[in-house]
């Protein structure tokens, strides 16, 4: 503990205090409202606070962990050690031609409204996805048969290092539900979408019919991490899930949910422990039943408790 009090008082000579928390519980930012404490939380205010706050996690030899919107993101009970970034504050959209360029911090949704706003076509899929930009980029995010590689150009990102590069979505090596972003220890600061010019009620259109499909298949009314599971190859996890009669399965406080199967939601103050613990349940019913290893498609990060 004195130890961490001495990093928070050198890292807050650095950078402005308002971006500096220490002991942050982060069940505060996470869609499942699960999640232990940050020893040190950090919103950088811009680019340069961002490149001090890496510069001395490399002094300090600290684990740095990006936390975006936390919204595919499971942290365990224990939290986690070192400091984590969120970069909420770079949230600028701004429209080049038949581009869109975002900053990482953004939420991918208001991305695809400032596509609609400007009648540009390609990021209807996007309208209901709730991350930001750079978690988006990081598990090339996709629904209803879009997802990010069909519209990114280039990202710019710090390496580990602190170096700017921009990378073609080629680097970055897209495919479904990865990329090599957290390979690479990259962290995103901004994507250039490239769209295509539409008129603004088809537009509308086709994101109204994508909000009605997912308001009244996923169960939005409790916190949860999203979709579960990868698809895995000739099937469809929440089917088979659903056939395993594993609908509305409890461990404590978190439950498969009884409107779609690929969700678990938290229904009643669930501990992340509770949560994997049925993560590894399904995995394993569906497993011993129809011999298929199902995939998490949300990240689990922290230390238990």
Same mark, same amino acid.
């Given at each position: /503990?004195?130890?961490?009090?001495?990093?928070?008082?050198?890292?807050?000579?650095?950078?402005?205090?308002?971006?500096?928390?220490?002991?942050?519980?982060?069940?505060?930012?996470?869609?499942?409202?699960?999640?232990?404490?940050?020893?040190?939380?950090?919103?950088?205010?811009?680019?340069?606070?961002?490149?001090?706050?890496?510069?001395? =996690?490399?002094?300090?030899?600290?684990?740095?962990?990006?936390?975006?919107?936390?919204?595919?993101?499971?942290?365990?009970?224990?939290?986690?050690?070192?400091?984590?970034?969120? &970069?909420?504050?770079?949230?600028?959209?701004?429209?080049?031609?038949?581009?869109?360029?975002?900053?990482?911090?953004?939420?991918?949704?208001?991305?695809?409204?400032?596509?609609?706003?400007?009648?540009?076509?390609?990021?209807?899929?996007?309208?209901?996805?709730?991350?930001?930009?750079?978690? =988006?980029?990081? /598990?090339?995010?996709?629904?209803?048969?879009?997802?990010?590689?069909?519209?990114?150009?280039?990202?710019?990102?710090?390496?580990?290092?602190?170096?700017?590069?921009? &990378?073609?979505?080629?680097?970055?090596?897209?495919?479904?539900?990865?990329?090599?972003?957290?390979?690479?220890?990259?962290?995103?600061?901004?994507?250039?979408?490239? &769209?295509?010019?539409?008129?603004?009620?088809?537009?509308?259109?086709? /994101?109204?019919?994508?909000?009605?499909?997912?308001?009244?298949?996923?169960?939005?009314?409790?916190?949860?991490?999203?979709?579960?599971?990868?698809?895995?190859?000739?099937?469809?996890?929440?089917?088979?899930?659903?056939?395993?009669?594993?609908?509305?399965?409890?461990?404590?406080?978190?439950?498969?949910?009884?409107?779609?199967?690929?969700?678990?939601?938290?229904?009643?103050?669930?501990?992340?422990?509770?949560?994997?613990?049925?993560?590894?349940?399904?995995?394993?019913?569906?497993?011993?039943?129809?011999?298929?290893?199902?995939?998490?498609?949300?990240?689990?990060?922290?230390?238990?408790?």
């Amino acid at each position: /503990m004195h130890n961490l009090l001495e990093r928070y008082r050198q890292l807050r000579e650095l950078i402005s205090e308002s971006s500096l928390k220490c002991d942050e519980m982060l069940k505060q930012h996470t869609y499942t409202r699960m999640g232990g404490k940050a020893d040190l939380y950090v919103t950088p205010a811009n680019y340069e606070e961002l490149q001090l706050v890496l510069s001395f =996690a490399r002094t300090h030899q600290l684990p740095l962990t990006i936390l975006g919107f936390g919204s595919n993101l499971i942290v365990k009970d224990g939290g986690i050690r070192g400091i984590v970034v969120n &970069l909420n504050h770079f949230n600028a959209i701004i429209r080049e031609s038949d581009t869109l360029i975002a900053q990482s911090g953004a939420a991918i949704i208001d991305v695809s409204r400032s596509a609609l706003t400007h009648h540009l076509s390609g990021l209807e899929f996007a309208c209901g996805i709730p991350g930001s930009v750079g978690g =988006a980029l990081y /598990m090339n995010a996709g629904a209803y048969g879009g997802e990010i590689a069909d519209v990114l150009v280039s990202a710019l990102v710090f390496t580990p290092e602190g170096e700017l590069l921009r &990378l073609t979505k080629e680097q970055l090596e897209l495919s479904y539900r990865h990329s090599n972003i957290g390979t690479n220890g990259y962290i995103v600061l901004e994507a250039t979408f490239q &769209l295509v010019p539409a008129e603004h009620d088809t537009i509308k259109a086709k /994101m109204d019919e994508l909000t009605e499909q997912r308001e009244s298949k996923q169960p939005l009314e409790y916190p949860s991490c999203g979709s579960v599971f990868k698809r895995p190859p000739g099937y469809f996890a929440g089917k088979l899930i659903q056939d395993c009669a594993l609908q509305g399965v409890q461990i404590g406080g978190a439950q498969v949910s009884t409107k779609h199967a690929g969700f678990i939601v938290n229904v009643q103050d669930a501990t992340a422990s509770e949560y994997i613990a049925l993560i590894r349940h399904v995995q394993q019913t569906v497993n011993e039943r129809f011999g298929v290893q199902l995939e998490t498609e949300v990240r689990i990060i922290g230390e238990d408790e």
